[in-house]
DNA sequence: AAGAAGATTCGCT
DNA sequence: GCGAATCTTCTTA
């Protein structure tokens, strides 16, 4: 039977630190098919994450490669972490940290599919397009109102901002080089659900 | 002090 | 497909 993923009666389990593997490779694939969830005053946003890219200790395209800044401070938290920043003057970027603290290291989270909260969504987008409210990672961001604030939020504690888990199977992942990189552009390092439309990224990267 | 690059998106051709 | 928008961070191109 098809498992309707539009139902607002969805079972969410909320995942706590011990759930969350502790490395940026097995993180990376393990977000697949989880939901982020964000909880903004009356309202639930959540959409299920179809897209990820890992950033590990030692990439050089990474952006605790040079050490630990204010502005990349989040990433040396725990595991499962939020660390937000803001690219090309406009877009904010969702990664959740995924090495021992003290080590920086996360997964960015590139794409998703809108469940709850998608007329909120459509607003903020400023479409109606379901496949484009969040088929990016600047623009998933900007369907789950997400920006500098939750940097550093801890999305395994009992806040706003959290992941869950729904307990269907997973589909099959593929993974591909990232996008957008020019350093270290030949490593295989994204992943995504395939043949889920809601994937960001050419064709030729989504077999 | 100034400039380039950047984990992107959107609109136009 | 291409280029502008937009602004923070890091480098000195």
């Known amino acids: 039977m098809e498992i309707d993923r539009t139902s607002v009666q969805r079972a969410l389990r909320r995942l706590r630190r011990t759930d969350l593997p502790i490395d940026t490779f097995a993180m990376a694939r393990f977000l697949i098919g989880k939901v982020l969830v964000h909880d903004v005053r009356t309202c639930r946003l959540s959409a299920r994450i179809v897209e990820s890219e890992a950033y ?106 959290w992941l869950a888990d729904t307990g269907e199977n997973a589909d099959p992942v593929g993974a591909s080089p990232r996008i957008g990189l020019n350093r270290e552009r ?14 960001s990224g050419p064709k030729s990267l989504n077999q």
Not at 77 to 106: D, K, Q, W
Not at 186 to 199: M, T
């Open 56 to 161: 590990p200790v030692g990439d050089s395209a990474g952006h605790a490669f040079r050490g630990k800044t204010p502005r990349n401070a989040s990433l040396f938290l725990e595991p499962g972490h939020a660390y937000v920043y803001r690219v090309y003057g406009s877009c904010f970027m969702l990664n959740v940290t995924s090495e021992p603290a003290g080590i920086g290291a996360g997964v960015l989270l590139r794409a998703a599919q809108p469940l709850d909260g998608i007329e909120r969504m459509q607003r903020y987008r400023g479409t109606e397009r379901l496949i484009d409210l969040a088929r990016g990672p600047g623009r998933l961001a900007e369907a789950m109102a997400i920006d500098l604030k939750c940097d550093g939020l801890d999305l395994c504690a009992r806040g706003s901002l």
């Open 186 to 199: 030949h490593r295989i390092l994204r992943f995504y659900e395939r043949g889920n439309p809601y994937v």
